[in-house]
C-alpha cells in the first residue's frame, strides 16, 4: 500500500527514495565496448539500454512485462469553453479504449505491451480552478494513490498517459504555476479549440494563477489546485515507480506536466523517466526543456492516451535486441579498433 495519506507525507516520501544500480548500467557499457560496432555509433541506443538496466538493477536488463496505464478524469474548467469537445468525451473514450477501438489498443498491442484503463471518478468532475482550488487534499490524495497502486511491482517499464477533456488546460496552468510565463506561454489548442477558444485558454490559466498565488510556492498544493484526478494519478505513478526500481516513459504534455511538481521537490525525481516523444501541444517542448527530458521521437502527434510513449517502447526494444544479440569482436573472430591499430603494416615485396 502507498505510504503516504496526506501531502505532507507526500513530500516526505519524495525525499526518500532508492538510487539506481550504477553497477548495473556500468555493466551494460562494459559489453556495449566489446559489441560488433565503432564505440557508440549506436548513438542512444547505447545510453537507453544503460538507462534500462540502471533502474531495473540488472544486466542486461528485460523488457518481458512493459505496462501502459491510462488515467481518466474530468474537469470543472470545461465549463469556460476551453475544450473543442464536451465533457463527455472522457467516458466515452474510455469505452472505446475497452472496445479496442482506439489508437493506443493498436500501439500497445504492437509494442508488446499490456494496457489498462483507470477511469477516475468520472461522473464527478474537479470543481472549476478559477473559483476554488480544482481537488481537495483528500481527492488529490486518493487520486495520487490510485495512481501509486496501479503500478506492478514486477512490471520492467511502465508507459503512462491519460485521457480527459480539459487538460491541456489544466496542464498548461499547472506548468505555468511551476515555472512561469501565464497562460500566453503556455496554453494551446489542445483538442483544436479556434483562435477565440485559445484567447479563452490563456485567460483562464491567468485568473487561476491569479486565484490561487498563495501557494504557488507548494508544489503539491500546485497540482491539487490547478491538476485533476488524472494528473495526480500520473504523478502516483511516477512515484511508485521509482520506489519499485522501474523506469517509466511519459507521454505527451499532460502527462509530463502532471510528473513536473515532483522535480520541485526532489531534483532527481524524474531521472528513471524518458519522455517518449515531444508532442505538438504548445507547450511540451519548453516543458521538456525545463525538465531537462530529451524526447525519443518527434512526430507531430498529440492525441494522449499514452500513444507516443506506447511508440517509443519499440525504440527501446530495438535498443536491447542490439546489446543482447549482437556478437561481440571476440565471438565473431572480428579485429576490434585497438587490434588493428597495433599491428605493424606488412613491408612491400
Known amino acids: ?59 542486461p536488463p528485460r523488457l518481458d512485462r512493459v505496462d501502459v496505464l491510462i488515467f481518466a478524469g474530468n474537469h470543472g474548467v470545461t465549463r469556460q469553453g476551453v475544450s473543442a469537445y464536451p465533457a463527455e468525451v472522457t467516458a466515452q473514450m474510455v469505452a472505446n479504449f475497452s472496445r479496442g477501438g482506439a489508437a493506443i489498443n493498436q500501439l500497445a498491442r504492437t509494442a508488446g505491451a499490456s494496457l489498462r484503463v483507470v477511469p477516475l471518478a468520472l461522473e464527478q468532475p474537479t470543481a472549476d480552478f478559477t473559483e476554488q482550488p480544482a481537488l481537495s487534499e483528500a481527492e488529490f490524495i486518493a487520486a495520487a494513490r490510485a495512481g501509486y497502486e496501479a503500478v506492478a511491482a514486477g512490471c520492467d517499464l511502465v508507459c503512462l498517459g491519460e485521457m480527459g477533456i480539459g487538460n491541456t488546460t489544466a496542464a498548461a496552468a499547472l506548468a505555468a504555476a511551476l515555472f512561469g510565463g501565464g497562460g500566453a506561454r503556455w496554453a494551446g489548442r489542445g483538442t483544436g479549440v479556434d483562435d477565440d477558444g485559445l484567447a479563452r485558454k490563456r485567460g483562464v490559466i491567468d485568473r487561476a494563477l491569479a486565484r490561487h498565488a498563495s501557494m504557488l510556492h507548494d508544489p503539491p498544493h500546485v497540482a491539487a489546485a490547478l491538476g485533476g484526478r488524472e494528473l495526480a494519478a500520473i504523478l502516483g505513478a511516477v512515484l511508485a515507480a521509482r520506489r519499485h526500481s522501474i523506469p517509466v516513459l511519459l507521454d505527451g504534455f499532460v502527462s509530463t506536466a502532471a510528473a513536473a511538481p515532483l522535480i520541485k521537490l526532489r531534483g532527481d525525481m524524474l531521472a528513471h523517466t524518458l519522455a517518449g516523444h515531444v508532442s505538438a501541444e504548445a507547450g511540451h517542448r519548453a516543458l521538456l526543456d525545463e525538465l531537462h527530458l530529451e524526447p525519443l521521437l518527434d512526430l507531430d502527434m498529440r492525441l494522449g492516451e499514452a500513444s507516443g510513449a506506447a511508440l517509443a517502447v519499440l525504440i527501446l526494444r530495438a535498443a536491447l535486441a542490439c546489446h543482447t544479440g549482437m556478437a561481440t569482436f571476440a565471438q565473431a573472430g572480428v579485429s576490434d579498433k585497438d587490434d588493428g591499430a597495433a599491428r605493424e603494416p606488412k613491408a612491400a615485396g
Not at 9 to 21: M, V
Not at 29 to 57: F, I, M, N
Open 1 to 59: 500500500m502507498p505510504d503516504f495519506t496526506s501531502i505532507p507525507e507526500l513530500r516526505a516520501l519524495c525525499l526518500d527514495l532508492p538510487a539506481g544500480h550504477s553497477a548495473a548500467s556500468a555493466a551494460v557499457a562494459a559489453r556495449e565496448a566489446t559489441l560488433t560496432k565503432p564505440p557508440k555509433s549506436l548513438g542512444r541506443l547505447e545510453d537507453l539500454v544503460a538507462w534500462l538496466a540502471h533502474w531495473q538493477g540488472r544486466s
